[in-house]
């Protein structure tokens, strides 16, 4: 499979070197950790599905050191759910203006614009990724949004784009082979996504 660490290209090298700077990875929610699909009951529940591979990939990447945020438009009691299990503290719902909550973000972490990634997959996004080191798209993202992304991932929103991001994060940082072998051993705290 070719990726941002083994396609051999000085782009995978961009990439890699913009990845071992991250320190803080923001995501978007609707369409990167879900597929985008909304379901709506008649009494007003919402319902959305995550990937459980994506969830573990998050545990990892925050185990490894580096803080996890989400940023989405919408507000959901799901989405605060989703979170409080992954241990992910920086929550922004309801946001419009994406790269003013980034932008927040950076300045509250105390982290300059290139040790921070962010993933999104529609136009709202856009302003978000400019203010960061480390652009990504889902692979379904708007074609608008996977040109102005630094690396594109395989995997479409909530099918284990977001795993494939923080692996390739902890491969640039040099823990991913440590958190997976804890993970192997039964030796996390966090396991379970």
Request: aromatic share 4%; hydrophobic share 45%; net charge negative.
């Amino acid at each position: 499979m070719k990726d941002a660490t083994t396609d051999g290209g000085g782009r995978a090298a961009e990439v890699i070197a913009r990845a071992k700077a991250v320190r803080l990875l923001l995501l978007d929610v609707d369409g990167v950790l879900t597929d985008g699909r909304l379901f709506l009951s008649d009494s007003g529940e919402e319902f959305k599905a995550f990937h459980s591979r994506d969830g573990h990939g998050i545990k990892m990447l925050i185990a490894s050191g580096v803080r996890v945020g989400l940023v989405t438009g919408r507000t959901s009691r799901v989405v605060q759910r989703r979170a409080d299990d992954l241990g992910i503290t920086l929550l922004i719902q309801g946001c419009h203006d994406k790269r003013a909550a980034v932008n927040g973000l950076l300045a509250d972490e105390a982290l300059a614009a290139a040790e921070a990634a962010f993933m999104g997959d529609d136009v709202i996004d856009l302003p978000a990724m400019e203010a960061v080191g480390l652009a990504i798209a889902v692979a379904d993202a708007h074609p608008l949004v996977r040109s102005h992304a630094h690396w594109v991932t395989e995997q479409k929103g909530g099918c284990g784009a977001v795993r494939e991001l923080c692996e390739l994060i902890m491969r640039a940082h040099g823990t991913l082979d440590a958190q997976l072998g804890r993970a192997y051993q039964g030796e996390c705290s966090w396991a379970g996504g």
